[in-house]
């Protein structure tokens, strides 16, 4: 079993930075795929990058340029660093592997 936990999120200025950190329990972290999704008020949950064990990386479309994905095997940790962000970014943001996903963490982009 894993457990996940997302911390970093909050309400931040159009144009701003946010870094979401991923946190996961279990030996075998550095061979898992992460990937980071959110949801929109009234949207489906959408992939918006994943990293796999072996460091491939893919973005949305709709993120590429302005997020970064990375993760730190030493300390079980995925990061989503997220800049420029604009009122469309805002959700809830999970971290997620095979079946196992995290509880969310509300990030808002508003002036």
């Known amino acids: 079993q894993v457990q996940l936990v997302e911390s970093g999120g909050g309400l931040v200025q159009p144009g701003g930075s946010l870094r979401l950190s991923c946190a996961a329990s279990g030996s075998v972290f550095s061979i898992l795929r992460i990937g980071w999704y959110r949801q929109a008020p009234g949207k489906q949950r959408e992939l918006v990058a994943d990293i796999t064990g072996g460091g491939r990386i893919n973005y949305a479309d709709a993120v590429k340029g302005r997020f970064t994905i990375s993760r730190d095997n030493a300390k079980n940790t995925v990061y989503l660093q997220m800049n420029s962000l604009n009122p469309e970014d805002t959700g809830v943001y999970y971290c997620?592997?095979?079946?196992?996903w995290g509880q969310g963490i509300q990030v808002t982009v508003s002036s």
């Open positions: 997620n592997t095979f079946i196992y």
